[in-house]
C-alpha cells in the first residue's frame, strides 16, 4: 500500500539515478490523479476536524449549557490579585531602613473618562489638588499601558476620604484605593545601598517576563530600581495572592468570597551600621566621595558611603521633573554610585600592594635602599619623573618607601619590573575586576597592562604607537597614575584582603534573608572567595610598614593618641575627569583639585575593620581623607560617638544602635 | 463605458469570487465580533478596516503575479530568511525573554513570519525542479530544508512558530507525496520521543501543558483564560445572548478578546448557530481553496496551494480548539477574525496566490 501512493517514476530513480530517470517518460496524469487522491484524503481529515469542532461547541453549548450558565450567572466572582507586603530592610542591629505602610490613593482610569481635564478640576473641589500632582499624573499617563488605573493623590487623609466617599456616585471611573507605599525613614543616608522602588515600565515588564514571573506581579505597581531594591527584588517582592470577590452587574466588588492570602517577601538583614554610616557621612560635610569600610573577615560591608546622596522617598510616586532635573544635572552628580561605578587612579595607595608584589616576585629585599634625589629619569632621557619633596627623602628602604610615600623608589621598581607581571600580581587582589558586590552597576576598572592597552586603542582611529606600551607607561602607573582606575570598592576589598592575611572574600551588603512566612533565616555565603600567594612574612613587612604609615608616616597627625594600633596609607590621585563632565566655570578650580585617598584597616594585630576613604578634589590624602576614617574606625570600635556625628533614628528609637 | 468595462475587467479578472467572498463574509463577522470585544470603541474596528483595505491590495497584487514568477523568487527568498533568522540569533532584540526580533533601524522585524511564506515556496520550487524523478533522496534533502529554520526559530525561543513552521513544511512533503511508511515511522518515533521532549521543555512549556490537563492551578495566568472562555461559550447556548449583551465579554471576564480569545465573544453572543455559520464559511474558503489546488496545472503551484490551504486551516482549527478547551493555550490567532493588521495582511497575500494559480492555469497548459 504505502509504495504505491508513491510517484511511479521514483522507483526507477532509486537504483539508475537521475540519468536513467529522466530518459523516463514522465506521467503526468497518473501523477495529477495520485495527488489528488492525497488531496481528497486532507479535505476528509479536514471536514472530520471541524465536525470534530462542531462537537466540541454542540456539547458545551447544548449538553454543558445549563451548567455553564450558572458559572456565567455567577460569574459575579472577579478574581483580584492580592499585592503581597515588600519585605523590609533593616541594618545588622534591625534598624529599619525600609519599610512599606498602607495609605489612600485617589486614582483615575483614563479609559472610562471623557474629559480628563474637566473631571480633575471637578475633583479639586472636593480634595485638594496640586498643580505638582497634576503634572505627575500627566507623566504617569504618558507612561502608562493601556487600562490600569493611576494614582491623581496619593496619602489621602480620613477626611479626604470621607469626602469623595460622599461624593463617588459622580465620578465613574475615580475611585479611592488602599495601597502600599515605601518609605525610607532614613532619607539621604545610605541611599545608594538601600536604592528606591519605582513604577513598573516596558523595560521592568520584559525583565518580569524573563523571570516568568507575570502572573506574580499582576497588581504590583512598584519594582525596585536602584541599589538593593533592585538586586533583591526577588526576595523582597514576595507571592501575590488570589482573592474571588462577588461584583455587582457593574463589575463592582460586593463581597470577597474566597482568598488566598498572599505571602509577603522575605526581609533582609544588612551588613550595613546604620550608626557608622551616619558617622561617616557627617564626617564628609558637604564634600564629595567616597566611603567603603567592610569587616575583612567575612567581607560583611559596614559602611558604604556615597556624597552626595539624594532622598529615595522622591521616587516612589513618580519623582516630580524639578527634583529630576536638579539630580540630574546637578555638577556634584548625587546619583553617580561612586564606590561602585567611580573609576579613580588610585594614587600612593597602591604602594604597599606594589611593594608586596616585588618582594613576591624577588625584584627587592626589605633592606635593599636606593639614593633618592628628588626625581627619576629614564635613561637616555631628559624628562624628569619628580618626587613629592623636593631634593628627595634621602636614603629609603621598603619600610621607608611606605611610610613617607617616597615616588623614586616606586619610579625604579616600575623601571625593574615588567607590567604585565605587575598586572598579574595586582589581579590577585581583585583590581581591574568587579569585586562581586550584591548591588548592580558595579565597574571593573582599569589595570593596566600590554593586552589592555592594545585593545583600549585598537581600531582605526589609533595608530600602532598608540597601541604600544612605553617604558614611560610603566613609570606613572608605578605611582598610581596612569592608566591606573579603580573603585573605591576595589581599594576597601585589596586592603581587607592584606589585613586578613590575604585571604579575600566577596564585600556583601545583605548579611541574612528572612522568610516571613516560616521564620527561616538564611545567610548570605561568606566563604573566603580568594587567597594570595604570598609568603606570611612578606606580608608581615608590608602590614608592619601600614603601621608605621599611621604612627610615624604621613598620616600621622590622623591618627595621634588613637586607643589602638592601625595600619594605613594616603594617597593624593591626579583629576580624572569623570565621564560628561561639563565645564562649571565657578566651580572649576575646585574641581582641578586633586583627589584624596585613604586606605585602612584596625585594629592592627587582629583586624575587625578596614577601609577605603576618596575625598573628590580634597587635595591631600592625609589632611582630607585620612581624618574621616579615624572618626569610623573610632566610632567601630570604641562607640565613641563625636559631637554632631550621634545616630540619630528618625522615628524609631535608637536604643538599639548603641 | 468601453473604458470602464475594461477597467473593471483588469481589477476583477484574476479574483476568484467564491474565495473572496468567503474571506469577506469571515472578515465581517470578526467587525462585527470586534466591535462588541473592543466595548462598542469604533477605534479598532477602522484600524481593523484600513488593514483590511491595504490586504486586499496585495491580495490583487498576488493574484496578478503569475506562479512562475514566484517560483523564481523562492531561493532567493528561502536564503533571505534563513540569514535573517541566523542574525537574530547572532544580533537578535530581545523581547519578553526570546530572541525573536531584528532591529532594521526603523523598525523590529520578526523574521519567522517571512518563513511562514518562504519555506512553503522553497519546497515546492525544489519538488518541481526535480519532478518526475523524486528520490528518497530528494525528501533527505527537503528535510534539511525545514529543520533548519524550525529549529532556528525553536531556539529563539517560539516553540509555537517553529511547530506551525513545520507543519507547513510537511503538508508540501505530503503532498509531493512522501512515503506512508515515513508518515507512520514518523508518528511512531514521535509517540517515543515524547517523553524525552517533556525532560528538554522550558519551564514555561512545561507548565502550559500542566495547566492545561488542570486550569485551576494558574488562576491569574492561562487556566483562568481558559476557564473562562468555556465559561463564555457554554453561556452561548444555542441561540447565543445576542450581539453586545455577552456578560463573560463586558464584565472583563475574557481575556485577550480582541485577538487569541475573539471566538469566545463570538460563541457567547451568537450561540451554537453562530459559531456554525462561521464554521461553514471556513469550510466552504478551504473546500474551494481545494479545489484551486487540486486544478493547478503545475507542480509548484499545486503544492504553494496545498500548504497554503492546509495552513488556513490548521490556524483555524488550533484556534477553535484551544479556546473551546480542546488543545492548550497557544497564541494562535484566529484567521481572518483575530484583531491583528499582519495577520491579516499575511492571509490576504495567500489568498492573492490562490487565486493566481487559478487564473493562471489555462495559461500554462497550452
Known amino acids: 500500500m504505502a509504495n504505491r501512493l508513491l510517484f511511479t517514476s521514483r522507483r526507477r530513480g532509486f537504483g539508475g539515478g537521475r540519468a536513467a530517470a529522466t530518459s523516463e517518460l514522465r506521467n503526468p496524469e497518473r501523477e495529477l490523479f495520485y495527488f489528488r487522491r492525497r488531496l481528497s484524503l486532507v479535505a476528509l481529515l479536514v471536514f472530520a476536524a471541524f465536525c470534530g469542532l462542531f462537537g466540541r461547541f454542540f456539547y458545551l453549548q447544548v449538553v454543558q449549557h445549563a451548567h455553564f450558565e450558572t458559572l456565567a450567572e455567577s460569574n459575579r466572582i472577579a478574581i483580584v490579585p492580592v499585592v503581597p507586603n515588600r519585605g523590609i530592610i533593616t541594618d545588622r542591629n534591625g534598624i529599619v531602613l525600609a519599610q512599606s505602610y498602607s495609605a489612600y490613593t485617589l486614582e483615575i482610569t483614563p479609559s472610562r473618562i471623557a474629559n480628563l481635564d474637566e473631571t480633575i478640576d471637578r475633583i479639586a473641589e472636593i480634595v485638594d489638588v496640586q498643580p505638582r500632582d497634576r503634572k505627575r499624573f500627566r507623566k504617569l499617563l504618558e507612561e502608562s499601558r493601556n487600562f490600569e488605573s493611576l494614582p491623581l493623590r496619593t496619602k489621602l487623609t480620613d477626611e479626604e476620604v470621607a469626602r469623595f466617599a460622599v461624593a463617588r456616585y459622580r465620578f465613574p471611573g475615580v475611585d479611592i484605593k488602599a495601597r502600599l507605599f515605601r518609605q525610607y525613614p532614613f532619607g539621604e543616608i545610605a541611599s545608594h545601598v538601600i536604592g528606591y522602588i519605582g513604577r513598573i515600565n516596558d523595560k521592568d515588564l520584559d525583565r518580569i517576563a524573563s523571570w516568568d514571573e507575570t502572573a506574580n506581579y499582576k497588581g504590583s505597581d512598584y519594582i525596585g530600581k536602584v541599589g538593593i531594591e533592585l538586586s533583591y527584588e526577588r526576595e523582597l517582592h514576595g507571592t501575590t495572592g488570589v482573592e474571588d470577590v462577588e461584583v455587582d452587574s457593574g463589575g463592582r466588588a460586593v463581597r470577597t468570597l474566597k482568598r488566598t492570602p498572599p505571602i509577603a517577601g522575605n526581609n533582609l538583614t544588612l551588613s550595613l551600621d546604620i550608626g557608622l554610616q551616619q558617622v561617616a557621612e557627617a564626617a564628609f560635610g558637604d564634600r564629595r566621595g567616597a566611603l567603603v569600610a567592610m569587616d575583612p573577615n567575612s567581607g560583611d ?358 | 463605458m468601453g473604458a470602464l468595462l475594461r477597467v473593471w475587467d483588469v481589477l476583477t479578472r484574476r479574483i476568484d469570487t467564491m474565495l473572496f467572498a468567503c474571506a469577506l463574509a469571515i472578515v465581517g463577522v470578526g467587525l462585527v465580533t470586534l466591535f462588541s470585544a473592543a466595548d462598542q470603541s469604533i477605534t479598532r474596528v477602522t484600524s481593523q478596516a484600513m488593514s483590511l483595505s491595504f490586504a486586499v491590495v496585495l491580495m490583487w497584487i498576488f493574484a496578478n503575479i503569475a506562479p512562475q514568477t514566484l517560483a523564481r523568487a523562492a531561493v532567493p527568498l528561502y536564503v533571505l530568511a534563513v540569514a535573517m533568522l541566523v542574525g537574530v540569533a547572532l544580533f537578535g532584540v530581545v523581547v519578553n525573554g526570546s530572541r525573536r526580533w531584528l532591529n532594521l533601524g526603523v523598525a523590529r522585524f520578526q523574521p519567522s513570519e517571512l518563513m511562514k511564506i518562504a519555506l512553503p515556496l522553497m519546497l515546492a520550487w525544489y519538488f518541481q525542479k526535480f519532478e518526475g524523478r523524486i528520490g528518497w533522496k530528494d525528501f533527505v534533502f527537503a528535510a534539511v530544508l525545514i529543520v533548519v529554520p524550525v529549529y532556528l526559530i525553536k531556539r529563539q525561543p517560539d516553540l509555537g512558530t517553529s511547530l506551525l513552521i513545520a507543519a507547513s513544511g510537511f503538508y508540501v512533503l505530503f503532498l509531493a507525496g512522501l512515503s506512508w511508511k515515513v508518515i507512520v515511522g514518523l508518528v511512531a518515533a514521535a509517540a517515543a520521543v515524547g517523553p524525552m521532549v517533556w525532560t528538554h521543555l522550558h519551564d514555561y512549556q512545561r507548565e502550559r501543558i500542566l495547566t492545561f490537563l488542570d486550569p485551576g492551578r494558574d488562576p491569574l495566568g492561562a487556566g483562568y483564560h481558559s476557564m473562562q472562555a468555556s465559561i463564555a461559550l457554554g453561556s452561548g447556548g444555542v441561540v447565543g445572548k445576542g450581539w453586545l449583551n455577552g456578560t463573560q465579554t463586558h464584565l472583563d471576564f475574557l481575556p485577550e478578546r480582541h485577538t487569541d480569545f475573539i471566538f469566545a465573544v463570538f460563541g457567547e453572543e451568537f450561540g451554537l448557530i453562530g459559531a456554525g455559520v462561521l464554521l461553514l464559511l471556513y469550510l466552504l474558503l478551504i473546500g474551494r481553496a481545494m479545489v484551486i489546488t487540486a486544478n493547478a496545472s503545475t507542480m509548484f503551484a499545486r503544492l504553494v496551494a496545498g500548504a497554503i490551504t492546509l495552513m488556513f486551516f490548521t490556524y483555524a482549527f488550533v484556534n477553535m480548539a484551544m479556546v473551546s478547551g480542546l488543545l492548550p493555550v497557544v497564541g494562535v490567532p484566529l484567521p481572518l477574525v483575530s484583531y491583528g493588521g499582519t495577520a491579516m495582511i499575511s492571509l490576504f497575500i495567500g489568498l492573492g496566490i490562490l487565486m493566481s494559480v487559478q487564473a493562471h492555469r489555462k495559461l500554462v497548459t497550452t
Open chain 1, 301 to 658: 560591608v559596614l559602611a558604604f558611603v556615597s556624597k552626595p546622596g539624594y532622598d529615595p522617598n522622591l521616587f516612589v510616586d513618580g519623582i516630580d521633573p524639578a527634583n529630576w532635573q536638579e539630580l540630574n544635572e546637578s555638577p556634584d552628580k548625587p546619583l553617580l554610585n561612586r564606590p561602585l561605578r567611580g573609576a579613580y587612579p588610585p594614587g600612593s595607595t597602591i604602594k604597599p600592594f606594589l611593594a608586596l608584589g616585588a618582594l613576591t616576585m624577588g625584584k627587592r629585599t626589605p633592606s635593599q635602599a636606593f639614593h633618592d634625589p628628588g626625581f627619576f629619569q629614564i635613561p637616555g632621557h631628559s624628562h624628569r619623573f619628580r618626587d613629592d619633596k623636593p631634593g628627595g627623602h634621602g636614603t629609603v628602604d621598603m619600610y621607608k618607601s611606605i611610610v613617607v610615600s617616597c615616588d623614586t623608589y616606586y619610579y625604579l621598581l616600575a623601571n625593574d619590573t615588567d607590567i604585565d607581571d605587575t598586572a598579574h600580581f595586582l589581579a590577585q587582589l581583585g583590581f581591574g575586576e568587579k569585586t562581586g558586590v550584591d548591588i548592580e552597576g558595579e565597574l571593573a576598572g582599569v589595570l593596566p597592562s600590554r593586552a589592555w592597552k592594545n585593545q583600549r586603542f585598537a581600531g582605526k582611529n589609533f595608530r600602532d604607537d598608540h597601541r604600544k606600551w612605553y617604558l614611560g607607561d610603566s613609570i606613572s602607573a608605578g605611582i598610581g597614575q596612569g592608566y591606573n582606575a579603580f573603585t573605591p570598592i576595589q581599594l576597601a576589598h585589596a586592603i581587607a584582603m592584606v589585613a586578613a592575611d590575604g585571604v579575600g572574600y566577596t564585600p556583601h551588603l545583605v548579611k541574612t534573608v528572612q522568610n516571613v512566612k516560616t521564620g527561616e533565616t538564611r545567610e548570605i555565603a561568606r566563604e573566603p572567595a580568594s587567597r594570595l600567594a604570598v609568603k606570611p612574612e612578606h606580608l608581615a613587612i608590608i602590614k608592619n610598614a601600614l603601621v608605621g604609615v599611621n604612627k610615624e608616616g604621613t598620616s600621622a597627625k590622623a591618627f595621634k593618641d588613637a586607643q589602638y594600633v592601625s595600619g594605613g596609607k594616603t594617597g593624593t590621585a591626579q583629576v580624572f575627569s569623570l565621564k560628561g563632565e561639563k565645564y562649571t566655570e565657578h566651580k572649576v578650580d575646585e574641581r582641578l583639585r586633586d583627589h584624596a585617598w585613604f586606605i585602612a584597616y584596625a585594629p592592627a594585630d587582629r583586624p575587625k575593620i578596614a577601609l577605603a576613604v576618596l575625598v573628590e578634589n580634597g587635595g591631600f590624602g592625609a589632611a582630607a581623607a585620612a581624618p574621616i576614617a579615624r572618626k569610623v574606625i573610632d566610632r567601630y570600635l570604641l562607640g565613641s560617638t563625636e559631637p554632631g556625628a550621634a545616630a540619630v533614628v528618625p522615628g524609631v528609637s535608637d536604643d538599639e544602635s548603641d
